[in-house]
Nanobody, 122 residues
Framework: QVQLVESGGGLVQAGGSLRLSCAAS????????MAWFRQAPGKEREFVSA????????YYADSVKGRFTISRDNAKNTVYLQMNSLKPEDTAVYYC???????????????WGQGTQVTVSS
């Protein structure tokens, strides 16, 4: 069992940066692939980025490629999402999730955090 708690969201102007963190409980964190998803009002939850158990493999949605960076620190049981050059369309609730592999489909993820709001003003 893994419990996930996101933090780091907030209000930022377009072009700014934020770093999201997702702290995991449980001693098996390092065996899980982790991902970030986001959900804007009235829209489905969409894949943002994923990372494998070791951090050696990462994957990004085209909409964030080159602007966002996912990383993890297994010693701290934490996964991060560094978000640069933010745009108003990045506004959403951001969720971290855990699974056995770095899938892009939300249905493959077993564990979810409660989400953190990111708002980008124009």
């Amino acid at each position: 069992q893994v419990q996930l708690v996101e933090s780091g969201g907030g209000l930022v102007q377009a072009g700014g940066s934020l770093r999201l963190s997702c702290a995991a409980s449980g001693r098996t964190f390092s065996s899980y692939a982790m991902a970030w998803f986001r959900q804007a009002p009235g829209k489905e939850r969409e894949f943002v980025s994923a990372i494998n158990w070791s951090g050696g493999m990462t994957y990004y949605a085209d909409s964030v490629k080159g602007r966002f960076t996912i990383s993890r620190d297994n010693a701290k049981n934490t996964v991060y999402l560094q978000m640069n050059s933010l745009k108003p369309e990045d506004t959403a609730v951001y969720y971290c999730a855990g699974a056995s592999y770095y899938y892009t489909s939300r249905t493959k993820y077993d564990y979810w955090g409660q989400g953190t709001q990111v708002t980008v003003s124009s």
